[in-house]
T-cell receptor, first 109, second 114 residues
Framework: GQNIDQPTEMTATEGAIVQINCTYQ??????LFWYQQHAGEAPTFLSY??LDGLEEKGRFSSFLSRSKGYSYLLLKELQMKDSASYLC??????????WGAGTKLIIKP | IAGITQAPTSQILAAGRRMTLRCTQD?????MYWYRQDLGLGLRLIHY???????GKGEVPDGYSVSRANTDDFPLTLASAVPSQTSVYFC?????????????FGPGTRLTVL
């Protein structure tokens, strides 16, 4: 079966750095997405990785290792507005997105 | 209209009733999708459409139907609602043509079936 694993919840302090991990087992791989979802709102796109390595975009970076079936989202200089759920999704061999359940990130002052 | 709109925002429905959730996008995207999101589970694909006039089944299509008469609209119909269809429903679209296109989501419809 296809499986995406993420921690259910994480807590971090404003101004700090947090790393949210995602491991996957899917039938094929055509890329990995990270989305942000604030409570009661729609998911919004953060990043896409298809090759191994680190992609940096401002305070957010995303890393991929295809051989390990592993990705992480790194958030630096955390702000209160970063409190949200972070969704990992993998594009499988049929080009359908398989979604993880999401990681709820709580930022404390 | 800017982006994707969904209607209604929320709805309480009696079991056995028929319901259509509306989705409209103004980005001229070819591909559109319907997902449901339940607590503790990832988004699950119900139906999708790669282009106007075509539709396909996702992971959880039973009890739902869709149509894609034109590029902009992609309604989702529950023929006879059941309590297990209580969920938040998101419509999404992408440019299409390239499978790794970013999906853009509507604001969602919160549906409660009693």
């Amino acid at each position: 079966g296809q499986n995406i694993d993420q921690p259910t919840e994480m807590t971090a302090t404003e101004g700090a750095i947090v790393q949210i991990n995602c491991t996957y087992q899917t039938s094929g791989f055509n890329g990995l997405f990270w989305y942000q979802q604030h409570a009661g709102e729609a998911p919004t796109f953060l990043s896409y990785n298809v090759l191994d390595g680190l992609e940096e975009k401002g305070r957010f970076s995303s890393f991929l290792s295809r051989s390990k079936g592993y990705s992480y989202l790194l958030l630096k200089e955390l702000q209160m507005k970063d409190s949200a759920s972070y969704l990992c999704a993998v594009l499988d061999s049929n080009y359908q997105l398989i979604w993880g359940a999401g990681t709820k990130l709580i930022i404390k002052p | 209209i800017a982006g994707i709109t969904q209607a209604p925002t929320s709805q309480i429905l009696a079991a056995g009733r028929r319901m259509t959730l509306r989705c409209t996008q103004d980005m001229r995207h070819n591909a559109m999708y319907w997902y449901r999101q339940d607590l503790g589970l990832g988004l699950r694909l119900i139906h999708y459409s790669n282009t106007a006039g075509t539709t396909g089944k996702g992971e959880v299509p039973d009890g739902y139907s869709v149509s894609r008469a034109n590029t902009d609209d992609f309604p989702l119909t529950l023929a006879s609602a059941v309590p297990s269809q209580t969920s938040v429903y998101f419509c999404a679209s992408s440019e299409g043509g390239r499978a790794a296109d970013t999906q853009y989501f509507g604001p969602g419809t919160r549906l409660t079936v009693l």
